[in-house]
């Protein structure tokens, strides 16, 4: 079936909506974390083990997400993920001890992992709909929805007021905050069409006909029916090796940028010697450039095309890491504006990372659901070894040649990215084709 534009619109709303109040649950998470941390007397040690028991959590879950999202459509698993995510942190902000919080902090963790794959897979939907890149300002929403949690859950503690009533209080109010977004996402389809405001049909009944989705696509090619949630299953689909070498940027990318979450502030603090007031100015710059290219970088792919803005990223990262690495070695009046220049280009290219390749895996067909939940696996997996990874060389050597492994894997973002998605166009013109803005 064809797709209004003000359908489209709607559900572009919608998943703006999701992406916010994903990132605002995970900013209440994140902020109230000191406050869970003294009320249940942790420690370093048990409160590592927490998060890492999210992470597992999520990991497991986003496997299992998208052969769900596959049958039953995103919409669906919309439906029941993004509440559910909002509802699980009532467990750890209710646990009454580390045993407790051990438990449901896997549960949390698999609500997060949920969401993520059915959210990401509806934005690959709308941005079909839409013929345009839309995902990337998604990601940016994600990230104001996390500085609003950590916003709100400041001024809650600067009145003297209870971080854990905060935390039960979003698990009982976000959760219906997320239905009227939900009630605006796109309709479940029939297996016959994939939808697009042009009103063209990307396969065609009954597995036979011919393709027509744009005339970016693959006009003439034959194509089966869709699956249930709308992603193509006829034709090629995408081959896994493919999907593992996007995979592979993606870890790259989610690593490269957990090293400047974790250690852009203790690198100006340690290797730079700034002021610990100062120090936390680097993450600051980083954050703020890759929020705000995410917020308006969509009209880049739509001019240069997936690969060569997936190769312009990897670049800029990389060129950003080495003014990092480079910045001990000039003059003390320019080490710290050097850091600050490169953390800022680091931000501006990994911004892109993610919206591109999410993009292309959904623009291939085939089991989008399966192909997104692998790649988000890879990346999500980039974010909870590479703190570790880091620290451990860190010990051994240095910071600085612990930075050396991010540097690395952001050029590798571009080596591996751009390929799959050169090949990926070649079975699906319109992964790599620049789209109208």
Same mark, same amino acid.
């Given at each position: 079936?064809? %797709?209004?534009?003000?359908?489209?619109?709607?559900?572009?709303?919608? @998943?703006?909506?999701?992406?916010?109040?994903?990132?605002?649950?995970?900013?209440?998470?994140?902020?109230?974390?000191?406050?869970?941390?003294?009320?249940?007397?942790?420690?370093?040690?048990?409160?590592?083990?927490v998060l890492l028991l999210i992470s597992?959590?999520?990991?497991?879950?986003?496997?299992?997400?998208?052969?769900?999202?596959?049958?039953?459509?995103? *919409?669906?698993?919309?439906?029941?993920? #993004? =509440?559910?995510?909002?509802?699980?942190?009532?467990?750890?902000?209710?646990?009454?001890?580390?045993?407790?919080?051990?438990?449901?902090?896997?549960?949390?963790?698999?609500?997060?992992?949920?969401?993520?794959?059915?959210?990401?897979?509806?934005?690959?939907?709308?941005?079909?709909?839409?013929?345009?890149? %839309?995902?990337?300002?998604?990601?940016?929403?994600?990230?104001?929805?996390?500085?609003?949690?950590?916003?709100?859950?400041?001024?809650?503690?600067?009145?003297?007021?209870?971080?854990?009533?905060?935390? @039960?209080?979003?698990? $009982?109010?976000?959760?219906?905050?997320?239905?009227?977004?939900?009630?605006?996402?796109?309709?479940?389809?029939?297996?016959?069409?994939?939808?697009?405001?042009?009103?063209?049909?990307?396969?065609?009944?009954?597995?036979?006909?011919?393709?027509?989705?744009?005339?970016?696509?693959?006009?003439?090619?034959?194509?089966?029916?869709?699956?249930?949630?709308?992603?193509?299953?006829?034709?090629?689909?995408?081959?896994?090796?493919?999907?593992?070498?996007?995979?592979?940027? &993606?870890?790259?990318?989610?690593?490269?940028?957990?090293?400047? %979450?974790?250690?852009?502030?203790?690198?100006?603090?340690?290797?730079?010697?700034?002021? =610990?007031?100062?120090?936390?100015?680097?993450?600051?710059?980083?954050?703020?450039?890759?929020? &705000?290219?995410?917020?308006?970088?969509?009209?880049?792919?739509?001019?240069?095309?997936?690969?060569?803005?997936?190769?312009?990223?990897?670049?800029?990262?990389?060129?950003?890491? @080495?003014?990092?690495? $480079?910045?001990?070695?000039?003059?003390?009046a320019l080490r710290v504006a050097c850091a600050?220049?490169?953390?800022?280009?680091?931000?501006?290219?990994?911004?892109?990372?993610?919206?591109? %390749?999410?993009?292309? $895996?959904?623009?291939?067909?085939?089991?989008?659901? *399966?192909?997104?939940?692998?790649?988000?696996?890879?990346?999500?997996?980039?974010?909870?070894?590479?703190?570790?990874?880091?620290?451990?060389?860190?010990?051994?050597?240095?910071?600085?040649?612990?930075?050396?492994?991010?540097?690395?894997?952001? &050029?590798?973002?571009?080596?591996? #990215?751009?390929?799959?998605?050169?090949?990926?166009?070649?079975?699906?013109?319109?992964?790599?084709?620049?789209?109208?803005?």
């Amino acid at each position: 079936m064809n %797709i209004s534009l003000a359908v489209a619109r709607r559900a572009r709303i919608a @998943v703006f909506g999701y992406f916010f109040l994903a990132g605002f649950v995970m900013g209440l998470w994140a902020a109230g974390l000191p406050s869970l941390n003294d009320r249940l007397d942790l420690g370093p040690a048990r409160l590592g083990s927490v998060l890492l028991l999210i992470s597992g959590g999520a990991l497991v879950s986003m496997l299992i997400t998208g052969p769900l999202v596959d049958r039953w459509s995103s *919409r669906a698993v919309c439906w029941v993920s #993004g =509440p559910l995510s909002a509802a699980v942190l009532l467990g750890p902000a209710l646990a009454p001890g580390y045993l407790w919080l051990a438990v449901l902090a896997v549960v949390f963790g698999m609500g997060l992992g949920v969401t993520e794959v059915a959210m990401n897979t509806h934005s690959v939907e709308v941005e079909h709909a839409y013929g345009r890149p %839309i995902i990337s300002a998604f990601h940016g929403t994600w990230s104001l929805g996390g500085a609003a949690g950590g916003g709100l859950t400041a001024l809650v503690l600067q009145a003297d007021l209870d971080a854990q009533a905060l935390l @039960v209080a979003a698990a $009982v109010v976000v959760p219906f905050v997320y239905v009227p977004f939900a009630l605006r996402l796109l309709p479940a389809r029939p297996s016959q069409s994939v939808p697009s405001v042009d009103g063209q049909m990307s396969a065609a009944a009954d597995g036979g006909g011919e393709a027509g989705a744009g005339r970016e696509a693959d006009q003439g090619r034959e194509a089966a029916p869709a699956g249930r949630g709308g992603a193509r299953r006829g034709g090629p689909g995408m081959r896994w090796g493919l999907v593992a070498m996007l995979g592979l940027a &993606a870890f790259a990318g989610h690593l490269s940028e957990g090293a400047a %979450i974790d250690w852009a502030a203790l690198h100006a603090r340690w290797v730079l010697g700034t002021d =610990p007031a100062a120090a936390p100015i680097a993450y600051t710059i980083f954050s703020v450039a890759m929020t &705000a290219v995410r917020l308006l970088g969509d009209p880049i792919r739509g001019r240069l095309g997936s690969v060569r803005t997936i190769q312009l990223a990897g670049l800029l990262a990389t060129c950003g890491y @080495v003014l990092v690495l $480079v910045s001990p070695l000039v003059g003390e009046a320019l080490r710290v504006a050097c850091a600050w220049t490169g953390w800022a280009l680091a931000g501006v290219g990994l911004a892109t990372v993610v919206p591109v %390749i999410f993009s292309a $895996v959904g623009a291939a067909g085939g089991q989008v659901g *399966r192909a997104l939940s692998l790649v988000t696996a890879f990346g999500y997996s980039g974010l909870l070894v590479g703190p570790a990874v880091l620290g451990y060389v860190a010990e051994a050597f240095s910071l600085p040649v612990a930075l050396i492994v991010p540097a690395v894997l952001a &050029a590798a973002v571009a080596l591996t #990215g751009a390929p799959a998605i050169r090949a990926l166009s070649a079975e699906h013109p319109r992964v790599a084709v620049p789209v109208r803005s």
